[in-house]
């Protein structure tokens, strides 16, 4: 994937430069750039179409990072006792919340790939069988 494809987001920029300070899910939740997740999560449904193995482990990686870099923050704002910080309305917590519950719908879409994935022969239909059953309990 070229580095434009992600867009220009924190966590994404500290994962071209390497590992991480600290993980993202640590940082306060307005860092969340769900734009970045959206267009990733495309991006490696039709990385997973391909033929390529090489490719077809970047997407499975790509899955992982999207998983743990992202999953706890996304757990933690769609949870039904999840507030926003505070007295009162908290408007930014609910459009969070909101981009939250779009990105974890964009990586459940693509649990019916992983599973399909997970049926063939190969040598990475145990990750992907992995990966569809965390996706599924995001």
């Known amino acids: 994937m070229r580095a434009s494809a992600l867009g220009s987001c924190a966590p994404f920029d500290e994962l071209r430069r390497g590992t991480p300070s600290h993980p ?36 499975l990686d790509a899955v992982a990072v999207q998983l743990r870099c992202f999953g706890p923050m996304i757990r933690e704002l769609c949870s039904p006792g999840s507030r926003g910080v505070g007295v009162g309305i908290d408007l930014s917590f609910e459009e969070r919340r909101e981009r939250a519950n779009k990105a974890r719908l964009a990586l459940q879409n693509l649990v019916p790939k992983l599973n399909a994935m997970s049926r063939q022969s190969g040598m990475y239909s145990s990750r992907a069988l992995d990966l569809a059953s965390q996706l599924s309990q995001l």
């Open 24 to 59: 993202p899910h640590h940082r306060h939740m307005r860092s969340y750039c769900p734009a970045a997740n959206l267009q990733v999560v495309s991006v490696v449904e039709i990385v997973l179409s391909l033929s390529n193995e090489r490719q077809v482990q970047v997407g």
